[in-house]
């Protein structure tokens, strides 16, 4: 099948590649547009992965105001190039994340984020909860790691489920932004401010 111009075109403006990437991926994908997106996503990820290694110095700090301003949020979130800090993606990103972090008030970002006590307290919770239950030990065990799971899900952001998209984790987001630049993308740190907290 011949790759047209207007087909490259198209597949690059759904998934913001470079035309030699879009066009290889086409020929590779036999002309199939959802095959070609999905190779240029894989393809973007295994970038990614390679890309983990590499330090992230440039990037923004961006804030955000809940309407009503009982709400705000500072978010440090960087990447490999002031050129790449400076993209439309990259800050529409950054602005998001800080708007879904005061939506729905992670307690960190990964698990190292969360204080050992406090996660000490949740498996104590967990664990008395499941022994009312009266069922044997191993599948206690089993209950409450399945608790804790959802706990991590709930309140670690990375694991979240994105606000404007709920099919998906912050996580994923996270990684279409970095295939999408090419670059390694790192949200470092954020605090949450809540009127009377």
Known sequence: MEITAAMVKELREKTNVGMMDCKKA????????????????????AKAMKRAG??????????????GSRIG???????????????????EFAKNVAMHIAAANPLGIQEEDIPQDVIERERAIYMAQAAESGKPANILEKMVEGKMRKFFEDTLLLQQKYVKDPEKTVHDYLN??????GEKIQIRRFVRYQLGE
């Open 176 to 181: 279409e932004l970095t295939a999408a630049i």
């Open 73 to 91: 949020v500072l978010l440090e979130v960087n990447c490999e190039t002031d050129f790449a800090a400076k993209s439309a993606d990259f800050l």
């Open 26 to 45: 086409l020929q590779d994908a036999g002309g199939d547009m959802e095959k070609a997106v999905d190779l240029l996503r894989q393809k973007g990820l």
């Open 54 to 67: 590499r330090e992230a110095t440039e990037g923004v700090i961006q804030s955000y105001i809940h309407s």
